[in-house]
């Protein structure tokens, strides 16, 4: 364990916090960490009734191209994360999900960043309405199932949560209904 000895607000945004913290290490030695403060989100792999995959394709602009992944978004105050999965899935689908099950959570990048998401399966799709800003440059893509393997090992999928949040899904049996 790292002992905290000081911690300092560099920058504070509206989607992230960077503080630097000064730590002490296990051996003695005192070295500087610098942490990005995110907010917990939901990743969605959602299922359409003829077992396709609803991913959406989006300009990223940190690495400047487009990028096939799964929906996704951060938890609002006040919100659970189930609820996060039926607000995000309809901003960026257009469908709702009648079923919405866990599959499991994981950390995007916990070597300086705080986020965590939480991974959600939705089916039983329903349409609806698109009622966000700031989605119109998304594009919704179905994929057949057996597909995904293939475009994860082409790299046609590489963004870590969409790669996680399929690979959890494929190697999962029974899960849970929330809702």
């Known amino acids: 364990m790292e002992k905290t000895l000081a911690s300092r607000l560099v920058y504070s945004g509206q989607v992230v916090k960077l503080r630097v913290d000064t730590v002490k290490c296990p051996s003695g030695r005192q070295t500087k960490r610098e942490i990005i403060e995110h907010g917990d989100?939901?990743?969605?792999?959602?299922?359409?009734?003829?077992?396709?995959?609803?991913?959406?394709?989006?300009?990223?602009?940190?690495?400047?191209?487009?990028?096939?992944?799964?929906?996704?978004?951060?938890?609002?105050?006040?919100?659970?994360?189930?609820?996060?999965?039926?607000?995000?899935?309809?901003?960026?689908?257009?469908?709702?999900?009648?079923?919405?099950?866990?599959?499991?959570?994981?950390?995007?990048?916990?070597?300086?960043?705080?986020?965590?998401?939480?991974?959600?399966?939705?089916?039983?799709?329903?349409?609806?309405?698109?009622?966000?800003?700031?989605?119109?440059?998304?594009e919704l893509v179905r994929v057949a199932l057996d597909q995904i393997p293939e475009l994860i090992a082409s790299g046609a999928i590489c963004d870590a949560k969409s790669i996680v949040g399929l690979l959890i899904f494929l190697s999962s049996k029974s899960l849970p209904t929330i809702n």
């Open 41 to 138: 989100c939901v990743a969605i792999v959602a299922m359409d009734s003829d077992d396709n995959v609803l991913l959406v394709k989006q300009f990223r602009k940190p690495i400047e191209k487009e990028l096939l992944e799964i929906p996704a978004g951060g938890i609002e105050v006040g919100e659970d994360p189930p609820s996060t999965v039926q607000r995000e899935l309809r901003e960026e689908t257009g469908y709702l999900p009648k079923k919405v099950s866990k599959l499991g959570g994981f950390y995007a990048s916990p070597g300086y960043c705080t986020e965590y998401l939480h991974l959600f399966l939705a089916t039983d799709l329903s349409p609806a309405q698109l009622i966000a800003e700031d989605t119109e440059d998304i």
